[in-house]
Each structure stands twice: as C-alpha cells, then as structure tokens.
C-alpha cells in the first residue's frame, strides 16, 4: 500500500534526503548513488548545499557524473 504525501511533505521528505546524502562519507555515498535513478540524483542534487552538490558529483562515476550535468544544464536553459 503506497502513502500519499502532501506537495509539502514530499518536499520535506527530499529536502530531509538530500541533508542525509550531504552528511555522508564518499564511500558510502557512492553505492547508494548507483543504486538511484539519474532522476533522483538530480532532485537531490537540486536541493543540496552548494559542497554537498560537489560531493554528489565526486561520488559519481565520471561519465554518469557529465550525463547528469547536461540535464542539469539543459533545464537551466530552457527556463
């Protein structure tokens, strides 16, 4: 049975997320990377502190890491 969340606390709840990636160590924050779809990485990458945003990208292999930053970039320019 899936829990439906308000706008609220769904934002809540990845803000929350993205703190706990924040706080983690590289080497374990690289294995729960892979395991996560390009398009959570970048919501959390969104809602990151600017050094968490960098600790995500270091803990990304270097060719997931540019595929996610194009995304990245290309919602930026369509703003």
């Given at each position: 049975?899936?829990?439906?969340f308000s ?11 993205s ?6 160590k ?7 990377l ?12 969104d ?19 540019v ?11 369509t703003?």
């Amino acid at each position: 049975m899936k829990t439906k969340f308000s706008k609220a606390q769904e934002e809540k709840k990845l803000q929350e997320m993205s703190k706990m990636l924040g706080s983690m160590k590289p080497n374990v924050l690289s294995p729960v990377l892979a395991n996560l779809p390009d398009n959570l990485v970048q919501i959390f990458y969104d809602k990151a502190k600017s050094r968490d945003k960098v600790k995500i990208f270091n803990a990304l292999p270097p060719d997931r890491a540019v595929k996610i930053l194009k995304k990245i970039v290309g919602k930026t320019q369509t703003k």
